[in-house]
């Protein structure tokens, strides 16, 4: 059925429809009007005036879901499976090709965690980036607008929400280009959760990834020129299958040049299923675990540097935790669980889900283990 610009009435049950945005139907007891194909918004009309029949099995659930996150932060996951084939993952196998949600329903799902008290969302998939590739970038209505379905028009229409946006899984793909200046313009954070893997050609396409190496650098260098504040997360693997000494020089060195502001950095282990387990020249363990140490220690280099020319600095933090004499809050730039801290010193009347300016006083890192390699993670004291 085709409604174009409908009206939902309080007369024996009858659903018409007018030629404009008042009502033409008649009818004095209109619940309201929609614009044309508003299929969402025709509905949350019908379910407001005609509720939905109790379900015991379902009806005790909230409209935002249950969560295991804390109450002001929350995942919010925009596809499933992944079109990538990287020998070391089996995720494909067991999800499946992309499969991105529908756009308005992704971003309903979202104002619904805002309105629970949802201060930080967190935007996951297997490939964020590619975000409806599979759906051909076609029209869906958010709040009657009608926008593609792509990685821009979500982090446009998340920008608009009363919450902190952060991106994960995102590839240096060039349709990420599009979403920088939103970052700039203060509309989602300055962040980007990109897992890189190595920094060789040659491992690279041996994983089954884009191995541009050259092109990735450039793409960073412009993404930093056009938003400055941006704060890059990525991952890397050491001791794949056919490393040699060379290939992981050219890793460190990548790394260098690449000044990435969070690292996680883990020893290649086989997957059950994984097709990179049938590759030739496996690694030795007491190797693999040398290369993580060297790697780390280049990047310690590289954070120190970084952390450095934060102090006096001014920053608005979302506080995680409140204790008699501090709190535990992160800035922009600190992903949950996996980034730095924020700790604030003091007795203050603030509660988690709270935003608040800082300033920086003093810095400092540690590297902690994280699952089989280590994190770097920058615990950053604050003064008020």
Known sequence: MSIDFSCVVKFQE???TGSGRENRCGFLGAYGVTGPHAYEEVMALVHEHLPAPHDPWTSLIPPQGVRLTPRHYAYLKISEGCNHRCKFCIIPSLRGDLL????????????????????????????????????????????????????????????????????????????????????????????????????????????????????????IANWRRDCPELVIRSTFIVGYPGETEQDFKMLLDFLREAQLDRIGCFTYSPVKGAAANALPDHVDEETKEDRLRRFMDVQATISAEKLATRKGQSMIVLVDEVHEDHIIARGPGDAPEIDGQVIVQGSWELEPGDFVEVVISTLSYSK?????????????????
Not at 122 to 130: E, F, G, K, Y
Not at 131 to 147: A, S
């Open 14 to 16: 009858k659903v018409c």
């Open 100 to 219: 991105s949600r529908p756009l308005g329903e992704v971003v309903a799902e979202a104002e619904r965690l805002v309105e629970s008290g949802v201060r930080e969302l967190l935007v996951v998939s297997q490939d964020t980036s590619a975000y409806g590739v599979d759906l051909k970038y076609r029209n869906d209505f958010v709040t009657g607008r009608p926008m593609e379905t792509r990685l821009y028009s979500l982090a446009k229409a998340l920008g608009e929400l009363p919450a902190w946006v952060r991106l994960h899984y995102v590839y240096p793909y060039p349709q990420v280009d599009q979403v920088i200046p939103l970052m700039a313009e203060g509309a989602i954070l300055p962040y980007l959760d990109m897992p890189l893997q190595h920094g060789s050609e040659k491992i690279l396409k041996s994983m089954g990834r884009p191995a541009a190496t050259e092109k990735v650098l450039d793409r």
């Open 368 to 384: 902690l283990h994280k699952w089989q390699g280590e994190d770097i993670m920058q615990h950053i004291v604050l003064k008020g």
